[in-house]
């Protein structure tokens, strides 16, 4: 019963969320300033896992492909679809899950028990929709493009650790990651990525919205905001690989 | 004026507020005391809507606030000005922000006129020069002044305050009480003042109306509740040694 009061409850939120802005500017202003604080101040976390992750992946196949009959440039092409199928978009997404679930699961939160949502209640202000649709719109316009970036970053990451590794040379790296290129999948892990954006920013939302009590319960809803973000990215990734690459 | 009439509310089928009636009149500081746990705070939320009433109806100058749909609350909540316990200041916007951030919200004033009456609330209640800091560099007394000014920002009808004065010095609470005092009579507007505060009473209670275990005991000015004969209300009046004192020697 628990699991179901839950999703009405989410659901009812998502309806006083997507309602008619009182003030567009008000709203633009506020995307403005999430696009900086959830997006923008990821980049570097997202080019540091990145970067390593490519090259991780690189090395690991080449150690573990060391036969004479698989061509070497296939190390390229392992990375590169690594990268772009499950890497950029799903490992991206749960790395964001944590960073930028929790921050808005504690900053709701903290409003929450401060008053500041009742204070903008008060005034007649639809506190749900001011405080959430932002960063919906926010994450859902910056973590694809912090995909794309993933992906190079990436894959640039592979091509670094070949060249300082030389398990293979830098030029059937470099031939590998072009062979073979399918452009879907590219589009197939951005469209995961919007999804996994608005699955993030609303159940961390949710979580932080209801919060109540103090620092203790702002902190267990901080952490349920990314336990269940992340549960529901490993879910929608089978259900969306399935349903896109079928 | 507000009136509230046979209200009672309910959390999981417990009573926190039992059939209560009472109005509070315009131009007037109308104090809501009781011990904590009274159902004060309760009351209050369910006045400005926070909380819906179980029963009974909560009347805004002859319409029904409880009754209304969200649309229609939020004409009479642009004329709702309120101070919470903690001041409730958005912590991201400094003080000027958080003053002007209602008039953005609901009126088409140039960028200088929204300045200019944020510098006009802020002068009223002394923190000139307080524009650019934020909260978190505030004191206690200092954000609840900011919150003030947050609340007259848009000359509301209605002020309410909950427990302005806790965690407050005497001296700081003197000025806050005097500060609701007076923008209550130069705006002529209808406030509404939870407090467990003796010396609030005493200072500025126009009417004064005593709560206990979620029921109204009591209602009168603040030169009659010296006076009273109730047991309860005497209870919580004279429950230090220092009121006791007073009371013996006003009696001898």
């Known amino acids: 019963m628990g699991f179901f009061f839950h999703v009405g409850k989410y ?34 976390i997202v080019f540091i896992i990145s ?21 070497s440039y296939l190390i390229g092409l392992g990375c590169r679809d690594s990268m772009i199928l499950e890497f950029s978009s799903t490992m991206v997404a749960l790395i964001l899950a944590g960073k930028v679930g929790s921050n808005i699961a504690s900053e709701l939160g903290t409003m929450r028990v401060t008053e500041q949502i009742d204070a903008l209640e008060i005034m007649g202000v639809n506190s749900a929709s001011y405080l959430i649709l932002p960063k919906i719109i926010a994450c859902i316009l910056i973590f694809p493009l912090l995909t794309l970036f993933s992906m190079i970053v990436g894959v640039a990451g592979g091509w670094l650790a070949v060249l300082f590794t030389h398990v293979i040379t830098p030029t059937d790296f470099v ?57 529901f990215i490993l879910l929608f990734n089978v259900i969306l690989t399935q349903l896109i690459l079928s | 004026m507000i009136e509230v009439v046979h209200v009672s509310k309910y959390f999981d089928n417990e009573p926190v507020l039992k059939d209560i009636s009472v109005t509070f009149e315009r131009g007037k500081t109308n104090l809501v005391i009781g011990q904590s746990g009274s159902g004060k705070t309760v009351l209050l939320k369910c006045i400005v ?34 101070l919470f316990q903690g001041g ?37 209640v002394n923190m000139v020069n307080s524009n650019h ?59 509404i003042v939870n407090t467990h505060d003796m010396n609030s009473v005493m200072e500025i209670g126009s009417k004064v109306v005593f709560i206990a275990n979620g029921m109204k005991c009591w209602e009168g000015t603040n030169l009659e509740i010296l006076h009273s004969d109730n047991q309860v209300l005497n209870d919580f009046i004279f429950a230090n040694s220092l009121a006791r004192h007073v009371k013996n020697t006003m009696k001898n």
């Open chain 2, 49 to 82: 809507g926070l909380l819906d009433v179980d029963e009974g109806d909560i009347i805004y100058d002859e319409v029904i606030f409880n009754k209304l749909n969200f649309g229609d609350k939020k004409s009479i909540r642009k004329e709702i000005g309120m």
């Open chain 2, 133 to 191: 800091l934020y909260p978190a560099e505030l004191s206690g007394g200092m954000k609840k002044r900011v919150a003030i000014a947050r609340a007259i920002a848009l000359n509301p009808k209605y002020l309410f305050c909950d427990e302005p004065n806790s965690g407050l010095d005497p001296k700081t609470s003197i000025v806050i009480d005097n500060l609701i005092r007076e923008l209550t009579e130069e705006f002529n507007m209808t406030t």
């Open chain 1, 11 to 44: 659901f009812e939120l998502m309806l006083k969320v997507f309602t008619k802005p009182e003030k567009g500017i008000m709203y633009y202003r506020q995307t403005v300033r999430e696009i900086e604080a959830l997006g923008l101040n990821s980049v570097g």
């Open chain 1, 175 to 231: 031939y590998g990651i072009q062979y073979a290129f399918i452009p879907f999948y590219i589009t197939y892990s951005v469209i995961k990525m919007v999804v996994f954006a608005f699955l993030i920013t609303s159940i961390s939302s949710y979580h932080g919205y209801y919060s109540y009590g103090g620092a203790l319960e702002v902190g267990i809803s901080s952490t349920r905001a990314v336990v269940h973000s992340s549960v």
């Open chain 1, 51 to 71: 970067v390593f992750m490519g090259a991780v992946i690189t090395l690991q196949t080449a150690y573990n492909t060391e036969n004479p009959f698989l061509p």
């Open chain 2, 88 to 124: 409730a200041l958005f912590d991201s916007l400094t003080v000027e922000e958080n003053i002007i951030y209602p008039m953005d919200m609901f009126t088409s004033m140039t960028t200088e006129e929204k300045i200019e009456r944020a510098n006009f609330c802020l002068k009223r």
